[in-house]
């Protein structure tokens, strides 16, 4: 697991989508220094690559993109419920009226501090239930802080893949994900031995919590968390 200097486990994935490098990297390592996890892409094209194979909790989007501009990609993330934050210039009104219209959370005008880009992220996770301390979902009372787990007031003991495993499910409910994701994600890094480690584990994961209906596999793609809205 990578962690962050404040201890946050690298659980909260973000896709940074800029083409200015300059921007992009200071953005990857505030967010870093934070405990997340980054991965940029500098163009829309890209940025669509990704998105088909992983599943992030927050999009921080350039409007000004060659090719592809931050609208038009927004048009391909809208479907996929994932919170957008768009990095507009200076003094853009317009791009930010219609960013908001399009189903952005927020927008930031370039240039800006560090503090207020982390303030925005962190209250649009908040909203998203990203960065709750205690989560409901699926029959279970999560505790993020105290990595605790109960289902009927009666507390279920699981290994620390375990938990970041629930954790990742219980955090994207109803999104397919794919084993290499989960992997990466769970056990960080790359995806070296095929797919047993995951199954073993969702298999576990299922029994111990009881999500046996719940948590389906996906054929050819990884599992999906099916629980009401
Ligand atoms: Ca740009």
């Given at each position: 697991?990578?962690?962050?200097?404040?201890?946050?486990?690298?659980?909260?994935?973000?896709?940074?989508?800029?083409?200015?490098?300059?921007?992009?990297?200071?953005?990857?390592?505030?967010?870093?220094?934070?405990?997340?996890?980054?991965?940029?892409?500098?163009?829309g094209?890209?940025?669509?690559?990704?998105?088909?194979?992983?599943?992030?909790?927050?999009?921080?989007?350039?409007?000004?993109?060659?090719?592809?501009?931050?609208?038009?990609?927004?048009?391909?993330?809208?479907?996929?419920?994932?919170?957008?934050?768009?990095?507009?210039?200076?003094?853009?009104?317009a791009?930010r009226?219609?960013?908001?219209?399009?189903?952005?959370?927020?927008?930031?005008?370039?240039?800006?501090?560090?503090?207020?880009?982390?303030?925005?992220?962190?209250?649009?996770?908040?909203?998203?239930?990203?960065?709750?301390?205690?989560?409901?979902?699926?029959?279970?009372?999560?505790?993020?802080?105290?990595?605790?787990?109960?289902?009927?007031?009666?507390?279920?003991?699981?290994?620390?893949?375990?938990?970041?495993?629930?954790?990742?499910?219980?955090?994207?409910?109803?999104?397919?994900?794919?084993?290499?994701?989960?992997?990466?994600?769970?056990?960080?890094?790359?995806?070296?031995?095929?797919?047993?480690?995951?199954?073993?584990?969702?298999?576990?994961?299922?029994?111990?919590v009881?999500?046996?209906?719940?948590?389906?596999?996906v054929?050819?793609?990884?599992?999906?968390?099916?629980?009401?809205?």
């Open positions: 697991m990578i962690m962050g200097q404040k201890g946050v486990p690298a659980l909260i994935h973000v896709l940074i989508v800029e083409d200015e490098k300059p921007i992009a990297d200071l953005i990857r390592l505030s967010l870093t220094k934070e405990g997340f996890c980054c991965t940029c892409a500098q163009d094209a890209q940025a669509a690559d990704l998105l088909e194979r992983n599943t992030y909790d927050l999009i921080l989007l350039d409007v000004m993109l060659p090719e592809v501009d931050g609208f038009e990609l927004m048009e391909y993330i809208r479907p996929l419920e994932i919170p957008v934050i768009f990095l507009t210039a200076k003094g853009a009104l791009d009226v219609k960013g908001l219209r399009l189903g952005a959370e927020d927008y930031i005008v370039k240039p800006f501090e560090v503090v207020e880009l982390l303030a925005r992220v962190d209250v649009v996770l908040r909203r998203y239930q990203k960065r709750d301390a205690v989560l409901e979902v699926g029959g279970l009372r999560i505790d993020t802080g105290s990595m605790q787990v109960w289902r009927d007031g009666e507390e279920i003991s699981l290994t620390k893949t375990e938990y970041e495993l629930l954790l990742l499910f219980a955090r994207n409910p109803r999104r397919a994900m794919y084993r290499e994701t989960i992997y990466e994600r769970v056990w960080g890094g790359d995806y070296p031995f095929g797919s047993k480690a995951v199954d073993l584990h969702v298999q576990r994961l299922r029994r111990k009881g999500w046996e209906n719940q948590l389906k596999a054929n050819k793609v990884g599992y999906r968390l099916e629980v009401g809205l």
